[in-house]
């Protein structure tokens, strides 16, 4: 079916072209334009009903402008036509999503790796200048990332407690500590949790697998796992665990990829899941608010600048691209 | 919640009975409508009348002879149309309340809260748009706005229930309502019936999860062609026989080629504007408020899309573009190969007659929506969104319920009212014609088909078919089209001012005398149409000099050799004094031949009806016995 909705483009573009080939005008540009990139929002999205009926929406109003006797209401018959189209796609599409069965990309057949040599065959040093320079660069990094959650769900209140799962060097909690939120990171990989205590002795890290619990002190106002649920095999262990250490009220904010093949492939990811499967599990283990939101961020450009690390709202299925989702539930 | 249910559905029927002063009525257009004003006379006229070219009109008996006991109630024909416009809206939108509530919660028998108001404000919304066409001067098929539904609804309860009770409910409607199953109801029917049918065939099965009860279905069909074959059997002998006007139409390719496919060249651009459908009724700009609608569409398939709304939306998606047949080169492209199918043609005015079963599942489609959308709100964020949603609609079509839909002038007219009170000049000259001895009646002035206009006792008019014809039984020439195959002859000889040939001509058709109107509103605030003479397109006043105004009919008149009969007020009687008059036959001559099939068909009609009853009372018993 997914085939079917994916020939549906090629399809309705040979219907469109086909139908423009008898008289094109120029007012037949615009909506070549806008399918044109429908098609591309519709390979990038996979099955989102939602993006279709949104761009309905916006067709439907702008029919609505046939009513005001100057302007814009000039094109809107073909609008209206688009919007037909549009409105097609919406509902094969919402087929598929009702229809569709909960992607299984659990793999419990591959063996855990030693989360040390997994590190440092990605680290290649123990240079303390080193680690300190590529922590240096991992917070630079996830600036505009956390900028893009801070829109979201404040992150940067300094009266927050902040644990992090999965913290690696310690990008996040360096910019954590920079903006004087009180954060502890912690990590599965002892070698790890030694280097970044070495790196950033000021931050408490402790060495902690979310599957088994969190040493837990007081409740947490936020717990973040970036990129780390992907790699976890017990999930329902990991979401409780997360559940019980969090404040009533309080936040869980992580991101996984998105069940892209170059992502779902990789070695070391377990669990790689659609959105609504993250929704219905945390919403299973308790959680009274989930929302998940595409986010997107391109290669290269943010050792340019740091900002040039722009955040898309969408998937891109693109290898080297990071296409994650992001998952904000509340406790 | 149920009180208001049925507040809605009282105001609602109220609603029509301000739309027009007492004593007025608003009557004319092609259907006539003269029933109301005396449902039993135009009954009698309509049932001697048993020709295959009156099979189609011959259906709506029933109806008329219901109004005729009607009649006998309220006595006045305001009220009754009144009462007919209010049933239309109140069982409109009963009718789409109890689909909604079955929809959404099938197995329930307590309606949930917000189901209720989903349900409600859908029955509303659904008045919104069958508020957009067909009230000034309503067709006979004008209740399939009502039939629609409620005979849905009436087949679910019937496919759930197996419950006799409700095909003998539809049975009972499709009688009364006959006009609306007939051969002109024919476009509304083949589009929404078997629409309705697939649809509610994927509600049994896939929602409710039971087998089709086949056999209940096939009863009801049998029966249902069996009560209306007192119409079915003489339409149906006039759609075989290929020397009928009926069978080349449908039939004929130069009709397919001329009335199908060049019409709908024609007019598929300025008729199918797809904004049209889903932005009715009229371009005025609280009618922006309709986009309301859609838009909760949209939001109720993004919030949480349903399996429900995805199928009606399928449906919605087909009728939208049946309705607007103008999506895309192909798209206009495909609807215009589908003439070529026998009997597609009934479809050239596409907007018109997809329109009903557009608006049926387009209001589906925002109930499952609508549903979604308020689904686990607050108790007041549910009441104050119905409450908007219906505030919104109702002020939307507020000029509709003020009755400013049946107040439209007529057609290329002087800004003339069709609402207007009887002249009593008018019917006791149509009383005096009843009287005359044998001969036919020419209706003077001449139109075009076979209109005639009469003016109200104080002001607006009544434009439509021959009132002499419908309200005294005496076959009249109304207008060109009456003619025949004489139609031309008699435009030269009136144009050449042949009195010698007008009156062989009139002297053949067997036309003793004329019914002469002198009113000079008639002609002088009808600048065009009416007046429209064979082979012209526009106003022909100007090619027939001699009958071009009032004056120039007088003088005309005073031509022939003529006995005043009857004269009172403007209407006067002549009768024409032929130097070898002929035999004057009797009104109405029908073929024995064409006879039989009315009879064959009035005697299946009968049969059924008893098998009907005899069902109807075992099933009574049965269930009493079961019960027991």
């Known amino acids: ?331 | 919640m149920r009180k208001v249910v049925f507040l809605i559905a009282i105001i609602l029927f109220i609603i029509p009975f301000f739309w027009v002063k007492p004593g007025f009525v608003d009557l004319g257009g092609d259907a006539g409508r003269l029933y109301f004003l005396d449902p039993l006379t135009v009954a009698k006229n309509l049932y001697d009348h048993q020709s295959l070219a009156w099979a189609s009109a011959y259906a709506i008996l029933p109806y008329e002879l219901a109004l005729a006991v009607l009649k006998k109630v309220v006595g006045s024909a305001t009220t009754m149309i009144a009462i007919d416009r209010g049933l239309q809206l109140s069982l409109a939108f009963y009718s789409i309340y109890l689909i909604v509530n079955t929809l959404l919660s099938p197995a329930k028998q307590i309606r949930s809260f917000r189901d209720t108001c989903a349900a409600i404000v859908s029955g509303i919304v659904y008045v919104g748009f069958v508020s957009s066409s067909g009230w000034a001067l309503s067709l006979e098929t004008h209740s399939q706005i009502f039939l629609n539904p409620l005979i849905f609804y009436l087949l679910l309860r019937y496919c759930l229930t197996s419950n006799f009770i409700f095909a003998v409910c539809i049975l009972l409607l499709t009688l009364i309502y006959s006009g609306n199953f007939s051969f002109s109801g024919m476009p509304q029917l083949a589009a929404f019936y078997p629409h309705a049918i697939g649809f509610l065939l994927i509600f049994i099965t896939r929602f409710i999860r039971r087998p089709v009860p086949w056999r209940n279905l096939f009863i009801l069909g049998i029966l249902f062609v069996g009560l209306h074959a007192y119409h079915i059997v003489p339409t149906a002998a006039s759609l075989l026989d290929k020397s009928t006007f009926t069978h080349s139409y449908v039939f004929g390719s130069q009709s397919i080629q001329e009335s199908g496919v060049h019409y709908f060249d024609v007019n598929h651009e300025t008729l199918g504007k797809i904004s049209t459908p889903l932005f009715a009724p009229a371009r005025s700009p609280q009618n922006l408020l309709i986009l309301f609608v859609p838009m909760v569409i949209f939001l109720g398939l993004m919030r949480s899309p349903s399996v429900l709304g995805e199928v009606t939306g399928i449906f919605f998606a087909v009728t939208l573009f049946l309705v607007s047949a103008n999506i895309t080169k192909i798209g206009v492209g495909l609807y215009q190969k589908l003439f070529y199918i026998p009997g597609f043609m009934m479809f050239r005015s596409f907007n018109d007659k997809w329109y009903y079963v557009f608006a049926f599942f387009y209001v589906l489609l925002f109930a499952c929506s609508f549903a979604s959308v308020i689904k686990n709100r607050k108790t007041w964020i549910v009441a104050a969104l119905s409450l908007f949603i219906i505030g919104s609609t109702i002020y939307r079509i507020f000029p509709f319920l003020q009755g400013k839909a049946i107040d439209v002038p007529h057609y290329q007219s002087k800004n003339v009212s069709p609402i207007f009170s009887i002249d009593p000049n008018l019917m006791d000259t149509l009383s005096v014609v009843r009287t005359l001895p044998e001969g036919k009646i020419l209706t003077l002035p001449l139109t075009f088909p076979y209109y005639q206009i009469a003016y109200g006792k104080e002001g607006g008019a009544y434009v439509g078919g021959s009132l002499i014809i419908s309200l005294t039984g005496r076959e009249d020439y109304s207008g060109f089209w009456r003619f025949g195959n004489y139609a031309q002859k008699m435009f030269d000889a009136i144009h050449d001012e042949d009195i010698h040939t007008i009156l062989e001509i009139l002297s053949t058709l067997h036309v003793r005398y004329i019914f002469y109107n002198s009113d000079s509103r008639i002609m002088d605030n009808f600048p065009d149409y009416p007046y429209i003479y064979p082979g012209l397109m526009y106003s022909s006043k100007d090619q027939l000099p001699a009958i071009r105004d009032q004056a120039a009919y007088a003088a005309f008149l005073a031509k022939f050799p003529l006995k005043k009969v009857y004269e009172k007020g403007v209407y006067s009687l002549y009768e024409i004094e032929y130097v070898n008059p002929p035999v004057f036959t009797s009104s109405f001559e029908v073929p024995t031949q064409e006879k039989q099939y009315f009879t064959v068909g009035r005697g299946i009609s009968i049969v059924t009806a008893g098998i009907m009853i005899v069902l109807s009372v075992w099933e009574l018993i049965w269930r009493k016995y079961k019960k027991k």
């Open chain 1, 1 to 331: 079916m997914i085939l079917l909705s994916f020939a549906l483009i090629p399809l309705t573009a040979s219907i469109v072209f086909g139908d423009l080939a008898g008289a094109f005008s120029y007012s037949d540009l615009p909506f070549v334009i806008a399918f044109v990139l429908y098609g591309i929002f519709h390979i990038s999205q996979k099955i989102r009903s939602k993006t279709t009926f949104a761009i309905s929406l916006f067709f439907l109003i702008w029919m609505g402008f046939s009513y005001i006797p100057t302007g814009a209401g000039v094109v809107t018959e073909r609008i209206g036509e688009w919007l037909f189209l549009f409105f097609v796609y919406g509902l094969v599409q919402i087929h598929l999503e009702l229809h569709k069965h909960t992607p299984s990309i659990s793999r419990r057949d591959k063996i855990q790796p030693d989360w040390d040599e997994y590190y440092f065959s990605k680290v290649q040093t123990r240079q303390l200048e080193d680690l300190i320079r590529h922590s240096a660069n991992h917070a630079l990094w996830y600036s505009t990332w956390l900028g893009y959650i801070n829109a979201r769900v404040p992150l940067y209140d300094t009266r927050l407690r902040v644990f992090e799962i999965g913290s690696g060097l310690g990008g996040v909690i360096t910019l954590m500590q920079q903006h004087n939120v009180p954060v502890t990171g912690s990590d599965v990989s002892p070698g790890i949790v030694s280097l970044s205590k070495r790196i950033r002795p000021d931050i408490p890290y402790i060495l902690c697998n979310v599957e088994t619990g969190i040493p837990l002190k007081h409740p947490y106002d936020r717990i973040f796992a970036f990129e780390v649920l992907e790699h976890l095999t017990k999930l329902d262990n990991a979401v409780t665990n997360i559940y019980d250490a969090l404040k009533q009220g309080g936040y869980f904010v992580g991101t996984t990829p998105y069940p892209y093949r170059h992502f779902v492939d990789l070695p070391t990811h377990f669990n790689v899941h659609g959105p609504d499967f993250w929704r219905q599990l945390f919403r299973s283990s308790g959680f009274t608010s989930v929302v998940t939101y595409p986010m997107s961020l391109p290669p290269f450009l943010w050792r340019i600048h740091p900002k040039l690390n722009f955040v898309f709202p969408v998937y891109v299925p693109f290898k080297g691209w990071i296409s994650t989702t992001l998952i904000i539930a509340k406790k």
